[in-house]
C-alpha cells in the first residue's frame, strides 16, 4: 500500500471519529476519573509528613479496627488485588508499622497485627482525615453527600 493512501486512511479515519456522537465529557467512568484524581490530591496533601498512600492507611485502619488477620482477608477488607496487598504488606512491615506472627489456629499461616509504631501513626492519620473528607465533599450539600456515598456503594 502506497505512503499516500495509508495517509488518506488516517484522514478518513480522524473526520470519521471528529463526527462521532461521543463525549468524553458525557461519559461517567471520565468524571469518576477525575473526582479520584481531584481526592487522591487532597489526601496526599494532609498526609503529608506522614508516607502514607491510600491503600497502605486504608490496611491501617482496617487492622485497627478488627484486630490481627491473615494478608489474604486484609486484602478482601481494602478491596486489594493480592499483588497489591503484599506490596502494601511488605512496605508496611519494613517500616516497622506492622508484624507477622503465626496464626495460633493454622500454624501454616500469618497474621498481620499494627505495631504500637503503627498504632501512632494511624492516629496521627486519622486525626487528619476529616479534612480530607470536608475538602473532597466540599462543593456537595449534605444531601447530596449522602446520595453520592450511596450511589457509590450501589456502583461498587
Known sequence: MSVKRMANLRQGARKELNSATYRLEEQAGFWLRRAYQRHMAIFATAMNGLDLTSMQFAALVKLGELGPMSQ???GRLTGMDPATM?????RLKRRALIAHRPDPKDRRSRLIELTSR?????????GRTNSVATSTLGPLKAGERQALIAILKKLA
Open 86 to 90: 503484599s506490596g502494601v504488606d511488605a
Open 118 to 126: 503503627g498504632e501512632a501513626l494511624l492516629e496521627r492519620a486519622i
Open 72 to 74: 489474604a482477608e486484609l
